[in-house]
């Protein structure tokens, strides 16, 4: 059985969580396979609205397995509080959640490292949301990390300290102004880690080997967006794994022949929390419009987030990236009633038309280039079926597939669940 992937084709908070969610019921397992508690996947259902930052969003769901798979980064303080919210609504996460042995810790040593390099950039800080992702990403790949599996040895204690102590050296030597109290940080952390310990830890290559083979369906779950992926996003501005669909196979042993369907969710416009370059940033009241109806405020750091026209140019890229087969469109109930709407279909870059996204997209050496459609009136939210679409988002949705190539599959119009139109 093959492999289906969905991932974020911007710079994060496309809707992944929601459509996650929707698509459970077709699926055995739900699998995340990178990012960490800097996610945070929102789920609507039933007038409730869940928040979920390192626990796969198909956890709602009793038909599924939810796995964390061994490219994730797991804060167990975070994970624990994640844990006493499923609570609250009596889901039975210890029977449907399984947690890869490869899955690094991030500890408290490194959300203060990162918030100690963040402060010693300045201005030219990545506005993280200082969850520890690049510090526990860099002792991943500088071979220091210590992951899931750690814990089940009677000695990671010690490997804790000697880390611990290593980065408190470290957190010196930025010399940058944070008061911080490692002592508690570590009661809350051990604490969280004999939560996280009552938990399934396996070898999830080899769990998803078998399903495979028993013929069970997968989903793998990103996290972030294209844009803030540590090789194709808009370095440094990004964050420190893979969020497009290799980091799937590196994120949980998938090969890439059993990969089937890549479903690429995007905004009908475009939004970016933190720094770094965008484009088609508005600073006007259609910027404005998006981001008070959107809601548009970071679901893990309350941010406001960043607002601007569609990125066609930008899409483009992330499309071919990822080989995305079906896309999915969010959010378009947010620009009823805009008497314009723009997307970018081409960049001015050094004086020269260009419609690919070239290695430095900073304000200074791109313009973007729109084409100008119709905006629509009329209230979408309450739409459940494609004929009932006004002609100015049919006229969108045609514009879009054609310049991207790919049909878009599924229509948001909402945040809740029900508000999800198959076309
Ligand atoms: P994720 O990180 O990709 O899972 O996305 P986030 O949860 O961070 O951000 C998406 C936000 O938009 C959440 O508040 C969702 O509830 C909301 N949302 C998702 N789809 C729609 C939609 O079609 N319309 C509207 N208005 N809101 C949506
Ligand atoms: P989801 O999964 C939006 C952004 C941060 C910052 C940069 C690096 O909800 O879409 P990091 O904490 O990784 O060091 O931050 O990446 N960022 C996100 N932006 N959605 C996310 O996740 C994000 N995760 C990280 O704002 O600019
Ligand atoms: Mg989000």
């Known amino acids: 059985m ?6 974020g084709l911007q710079w994060g908070d496309e809707g992944k969580g929601k459509i996650v969610d929707v698509l459970t019921k077709n699926y055995d397992v739900i699998a995340r396979f990178q990012g960490g508690p800097n996610a945070g996947h929102t789920l609507e259902f039933d007038g409730i ?3 979920l930052h390192t626990i796969p969003s198909g956890i709602f769901h009793d038909s599924a397995i939810n796995l964390v798979g061994n490219g994730v980064v797991i804060d167990p303080v975070i994970f624990r509080r994640e844990l006493d919210n499923l609570s609250k609504f009596n889901i039975d996460y210890k029977s449907k959640m399984l947690i890869s042995r490869k899955a690094h810790l991030i500890l408290p040593t ?3 490292l990162d918030a100690a390099s963040e402060a010693s950039k300045g201005k030219a800080k990545i506005g993280s949301t200082l969850k520890g ?3 526990t990403y860099m002792d991943k790949t500088g071979r220091n990390g210590i992951r899931v599996g750690d814990l089940e040895m009677d000695n990671w204690k010690e490997k804790y300290r000697a880390l611990a102590n290593k980065h408190e050296a470290m957190i010196d030597f930025y010399k940058a102004d944070i008061q911080y109290n490692l002592a508690e940080m570590e009661t809350e952390f051990f604490a969280a880690i004999k939560v996280l310990k009552e938990l399934t830890f396996i070898d999830s290559e080899e769990y998803l080997f078998r399903a495979q083979a028993e013929g069970k369906s997968i989903l793998a779950e990103g996290a972030q ?10 370095y440094p501005y990004v964050t420190s794994s893979n969020t ?3 980091g799937a196979c590196t994120g949980l042993g998938v090969a890439p022949s059993k990969i089937k369907e890549v479903f690429g969710i995007f905004k009908a416009y475009t939004t970016r929390v933190g720094s770094g370059p965008f484009p088609t940033e508005l600073f006007d009241s259609y910027g404005e419009t998006m981001g008070r109806v959107g809601n548009e405020f970071g679901a893990t750091t309350g941010r406001p987030r960043r607002c601007g026209w569609l990125d066609l140019v930008a899409l483009k890229y992330a499309v071919r990236v990822n080989g995305v087969t079906q896309l999915m469109m969010m959010k378009g109930d947010v620009l009823s009633g805009f008497d314009k709407l723009k997307v970018c279909t081409a960049y001015e870059y050094k004086g020269e038309r260009i419609s690919h996204l070239p290695y430095n997209i900073e304000a200074e ?4 280039i729109y084409t100008e459609m119709k905006g629509w009136d009329e209230d979408l939210t309450k739409l459940r079926d494609p004929s009932e679409f006004p002609a100015a988002l049919n006229d969108y949705i045609d514009f879009l597939e054609k310049e991207l190539e790919v049909p878009i599959k599924i229509v948001s119009v909402g945040p809740d669940r029900t508000q999800t139109i198959h076309r």
Do not use: C, E, M, Q
Not at 2 to 7: E, G, R, T
Not at 365 to 368: D, G, M, W
């Open 110 to 112: 490194h959300r203060l």
């Open 133 to 135: 992702i690049g510090p």
């Open 225 to 234: 967006g294209s844009l803030l992926d540590i090789d194709f996003g808009t």
């Open 49 to 51: 609205k869940h928040v």
């Open 365 to 368: 050496n791109v313009k973007p």
């Open 2 to 7: 093959a492999v289906d992937l969905l991932l």
């Open 244 to 246: 497009t669909a290799a």
